[in-house]
């Protein structure tokens, strides 16, 4: 794959999110001060043309500004028990897609799960890096947890490649350089399972190459999909990207339910991008 396919991988995002303008039911803790950030994201998905946001708050917001603002031109629902309400307009249809927002993840993904009887949600992040679509996955951080797991993202992450025109070359990440053999028996472990996990993912024939611990050089080359050793160390990168170098992150879709769904973190600076991706996803699913 070259660079050019992940660079119009952005592109397509935003122009799926355009087509369809899909209704996106998107979460709103009033409890916490990123409430702001999410109430202006949906206004400015909206204003735009990227979708239709209808909030999923606990309780009303009193503050002059955003009471004229929600109501007006940001439908809110308001109950005691936000997330339901979430999984369940996302689960009956009455929303296309959904955005976790900056609701608490506690409850909800296990709704998530339970309501869609998946044990895990194999969430996949997509990143904007130097232009072009980098998925990394696992970034939950009970998911991933044996070789079973990644195969089954790695196959989940094809699909979602493919629906937005990414092309699909998969590094796998371990806790060494592949000469670090020998250093200490976790590194020995690591090393050794990621040479039997790209193994088994070239068996499967998908074009996957070992990077050991090198995160960069895989970045850096023509990865489009950034395979973490678990959903811990997939979190930490996300982390470090993301909340402390600013790149751009467009959400974390889960790649296992049927319908559109893309967590977020509670300590993004903007929700814009998560709503853009779900409408696109949307769109996607209806062959835009």
């Avoid at 909800?108 to 980098?134: D, Q, W």
């Avoid at 079973?148 to 350089?177: E, P």
Wanted: glycine residues 10%.
């Amino acid at each position: 794959m070259s660079d050019g396919a992940g660079a119009s991988a952005g592109g397509r995002i935003y122009q799926l999110a355009l087509s369809r303008k899909a209704k996106v039911a998107v979460g709103l803790d009033w409890g916490i001060p990123s409430s702001e950030r999410v109430v202006n994201s949906a206004l400015c998905a909206k204003r735009d043309g990227y979708a239709e946001p209808v909030l999923v708050s606990s309780r009303r917001e009193t503050s002059p500004h955003f009471s004229e603002v929600i109501g007006d031109e940001l439908p809110l629902i308001v109950d005691d028990e936000p997330e339901a309400v979430l999984v369940d307009l996302l689960k009956g249809g009455a929303v296309d897609a959904a955005v976790r927002g900056n609701l608490g993840s506690r409850t909800l993904i296990p709704l998530l799960r339970s309501e869609f009887r998946k044990k895990n949600l194999c969430r996949v992040t997509l990143l904007e890096i130097s232009g072009r679509v980098v998925m990394l996955a696992p970034v939950g951080i009970e998911e991933g947890d044996s070789a079973k797991d990644l195969l089954s993202i790695a196959q989940n992450c094809l699909k979602l490649s493919s629906s937005l025109h990414i092309g699909y070359k998969i590094a796998v990440i371990s806790g060494g350089r592949l000469e670090d053999k020998g250093r200490s028996p976790r590194v020995d472990r690591m090393l050794r399972s990621s040479e039997s996990l790209v193994e088994m993912l070239r068996g499967l024939n998908f074009c996957a190459e070992n990077y050991g611990i090198e995160l960069e050089r895989a970045i850096e080359g023509d990865a489009t999909l950034v395979l973490a050793p678990d959903g811990i160390t997939g979190n930490l990168i996300f982390r470090s990207l993301v909340l402390v170098s600013n790149v751009e992150s467009f959400g974390a879709c889960a790649t296992a339910l049927p319908k559109p769904y893309v967590d977020t973190s509670r300590a993004k600076g903007s929700y814009l991008l998560p709503i853009i991706l779900a409408s696109a996803l949307k769109a996607a699913a209806e062959g835009k």
